[in-house]
């Protein structure tokens, strides 16, 4: 079939016989004609070689086996790319699957004819561990948001997942072979200052997260170090916009940081004072808190004084949100711990026979007086189907009846209220997001 874009995919392989036959499964199972698979294998000592061999040998035309020695992951995966003739391109790690129909999908969306060079799906994680059955996060707004990655903490793009034109490879260049950890996120640094990455809300690829894998060799601050090293290493001259914008952006940061120090500090001592009956102290230190770090002055000691005393009206005045959309900037996904924010929003392709949505959430109590209490209000195309009221820590569902949306697309929105920041409760966290429940599971329940 001439009129669809040979792909090529690279398979690094190195001992992970465990997991190979379900990789290289998955990618028989796209059913794509034209397909070509590079298992580069950097010498085996377990069955991968033989794995891979079998592949070759059933499916001739497309699996090439080549085992040659590297210096790591990332020169394994430039020697592999090398030897490819595709024209669109991606790696899947050997523990890693991709879902049926994904390259089929992959072939339709890459257009550079309208500027669509490098194009990304979702990603789930899979194996074992604390993120099972979890999405990885999938989102890119803008070089500096890719490269500015102290605002969030982690990669944004579910490297699985990721699928580029040859003239993005050719344009920016292979792997760092110096990179060991974050070389996906090193190289996705580096194709963002020429492409943009256009997102396709459809699953693509499972994310395989066990005890040998590297993303469980370090822990997220660890990562998170390692990430920003790489990101300084693709900031443009210091003639140029961008560079000031993220140098004021990390120094921003940092500050930040640090009078969150502090003000854990104070917060830590207002405390212990309340606690102790001393009341004069206690202000002193809730005001030392307030003046460093409004917002942690309110998380972490005024909210849990309100919600003792029952006076929520607060909260809902702080906290109400727009029907119909999330603040600029906002992110309205499902984190990779499972947690979600004050908005979670999804877009539905409803089945004919759709019968309900339901939304599974899980409440969890901090301890000490801490988000004890939640509301959470769901919507479908800006209409209320239900709200909760959480005091008590446990799963908690809503439903939605998708009945008159049969065959349609439809927007859906999770609001929840309050949300928590944790580096303003725990002194060895850097995580500064906002956050308001787990979630669970969504589906839609069919007539059958």
């Not at 020169?75 to 790690?93: E, P, R, V």
């Not at 999405?135 to 890719?146: L, N, T």
């Not at 997102?199 to 822990?219: F, G, I, N, P």
Request: with cysteine; charged share 25%; aromatic share 10%.
């Amino acid at each position: 079939m001439p009129d669809l874009p040979l792909i090529s995919i690279v398979v690094p392989s190195y001992n992970q016989g465990q997991f190979l036959g379900e990789t290289l499964q998955s990618l028989v199972d796209q059913d794509y004609p034209r397909l070509e698979v590079i298992v580069q294998d950097g010498g085996s000592q377990d069955d991968s070689i033989a794995i891979a061999q079998e592949f070759a040998r059933r499916f001739p035309s497309v699996f090439h086996v080549h085992v040659e020695s590297d210096r790591g992951q990332a020169h394994a995966l430039n020697l592999g790319f090398a030897k490819t003739h595709g024209q669109i391109l991606g790696f899947l790690n050997s523990d890693d699957t991709l879902f049926p129909g994904c390259l089929q999908r992959v072939a339709r969306e890459i257009k550079p004819a309208r500027g669509r060079w490098i194009v990304f799906g979702r990603s789930v994680f899979t194996g074992a561990g604390p993120y099972l059955g979890v999405e990885h996060p999938a989102e890119f707004v803008s070089r500096f948001e890719q490269l500015a990655i102290w605002k969030r903490g982690f990669n944004t793009l579910p490297q699985p997942s990721v699928f580029w034109h040859r003239r993005v490879w050719e344009t920016c260049g292979g792997l760092n072979e110096a990179e060991t950890h974050v070389l996906d996120y090193d190289l996705f640094c580096r194709f963002s200052g020429r492409f943009h990455f256009h997102k396709v809300d459809e699953l693509w690829s499972t994310y395989r997260w066990h005890l040998d894998s590297k993303s469980a060799q370090r822990s997220e601050s660890e990562v998170l170090a390692l990430s920003v090293a790489a990101s300084r290493r693709h900031w443009p001259g210091w003639w140029h916009p961008l560079r000031w914008r993220l140098a004021t952006s990390r120094w921003r940061h940092e500050r930040r940081a640090h009078a969150h120090e502090r003000a854990r500090h104070h917060a830590r001592r207002a405390e212990q004072a309340f606690a102790a009956k001393r009341g004069l102290a206690a202000v002193g230190e809730f005001l030392c808190t307030l003046a460093l770090s409004p917002s942690m002055a309110w998380h972490r000691l005024l909210q849990p004084i309100l919600a003792g005393k029952g006076l929520h009206f607060a909260e809902r005045l702080l906290f109400r949100r727009r029907v119909g959309g999330a603040r600029p900037g906002e992110f309205t996904g499902r984190h990779a711990n499972g947690w979600i924010g004050p908005v979670y929003e999804e877009m539905l392709a409803v089945p004919a026979d759709a019968r309900r949505y339901l939304i599974a959430i899980k409440h969890c109590d901090l301890g000490g007086g801490r988000h004890e209490r939640i509301e959470t209000e769901l919507f479908v195309e800006e209409r209320s189907q239900g709200k909760l009221v959480c005091d008590s820590p446990g799963r908690y569902e809503l439903t939605a009846d998708l009945r008159r949306y049969a065959g349609q697309t439809c927007y859906v929105e999770l609001h929840t209220s309050p949300f928590f920041v944790p580096s303003f409760l725990d002194e060895a966290s850097t995580d500064e997001r906002r956050l308001c429940v787990q979630l669970l599971e969504t589906r839609v329940e069919t007539a059958g």
